[in-house]
Nanobody, 126 residues
Framework: QVQLVESGGGLVQAGGSLRLSCVASGRTFNLYSMGWFRQAPGKEREFVAGINWSTGRTYYADSVKGRDTISRDNAKKTVYLQMNNLKPDDTAVYYC???????????????????WGQGTQVTVSS
């Protein structure tokens, strides 16, 4: 079984920064893609950033490119999302997820992921 636990969310002013963490436990994560998604009230869940656990390859949504950085610590089985220059539009619940199948790429759609964390709230005030 796979468990993902997010932390690091909170309330921050526009222009501020937050670092989200996702601690993974359970079955192997090698060859899988790890992703961060977010969901704002009334909106669909959207991809934010992803990283391939084995290759380290990363991919970002255009909305966060240049502001966010995804990284992983294999020894700690933790994935991070460093978010800088936050904007009110970044307000959402952020979820960590593991891809459904092994891949050498970065999965970018929710359907490609099957294990999800409980989410952490990020609120950016203007």
């Amino acid at each position: 079984q796979v468990q993902l636990v997010e932390s690091g969310g909170g309330l921050v002013q526009a222009g501020g920064s937050l670092r989200l963490s996702c601690v993974a436990s359970g079955r192997t994560f090698n060859l899988y893609s790890m992703g961060w998604f977010r969901q704002a009230p009334g909106k669909e869940r959207e991809f934010v950033a992803g990283i391939n656990w084995s290759t380290g390859r990363t991919y970002y949504a255009d909305s966060v490119k240049g502001r966010d950085t995804i990284s992983r610590d294999n020894a700690k089985k933790t994935v991070y999302l460093q978010m800088n220059n936050l904007k009110p539009d970044d307000t959402a619940v952020y979820y960590c997820a593991r891809s459904r199948a092994p891949t050498m790429q970065v999965a970018v759609t929710p359907d490609e992921y099957d294990y999800w964390g409980q989410g952490t709230q990020v609120t950016v005030s203007s």
